[in-house]
């Protein structure tokens, strides 16, 4: 499997998902964590040879992630979750348990608020992981 990241910076014009999908296409990667794709709610649709799950942006269309999953692994997806507008999750069906954590982190300009903020949740995160990963031992 092949995994990249990607920042869009906005996938908030008419024809920007298929025109980064196509892009990718050209890396052959299976699965893309992207981010500040700037889209309202959460949802999935398809974009090429892409599967393209996006959800959780703040108001005035700042931030917001998504996963782009290739169609040839799209059926071991088990579930995408978005847990703030910096910090999302994919857990893929493995031969154990395949969880991939994706996250925004706040820049170093940042107030100390923000940032205590988004390790608390990371934290959060961390400790649901690790309850869900001990289920299978």
Not at 49 to 76: M, P, T, W
Request: include cysteine; charged fraction near 25%; charge should be positive.
């Amino acid at each position: 499997m092949r995994f990249g990241t990607w920042n869009v910076r906005s996938l908030y014009r008419a024809g920007s998902l298929t025109t980064a999908a196509r892009e990718l296409a050209g890396y052959k990667l299976n699965l893309v964590g992207v981010q500040e794709v700037r889209w309202d709610k959460e949802g999935m649709v398809r974009a090429g040879d892409y599967n393209f799950g996006y959800g959780k942006r703040k108001e005035n269309h700042q931030f917001g992630k998504g996963f782009l999953v290739h169609h040839k692994i799209f059926s071991a997806v088990k579930r995408i979750e978005f847990v703030t507008d910096r910090l999302s999750c994919i857990v893929l069906r493995g031969h154990w348990c395949n969880i991939v954590l994706y996250v925004h982190k706040p820049s170093q300009e940042k107030s100390d608020d923000s940032k205590d903020s988004f390790y608390e949740d990371l934290e959060q995160v961390f400790i649901i992981f690790q309850s869900t990963i001990l289920k299978f031992y």
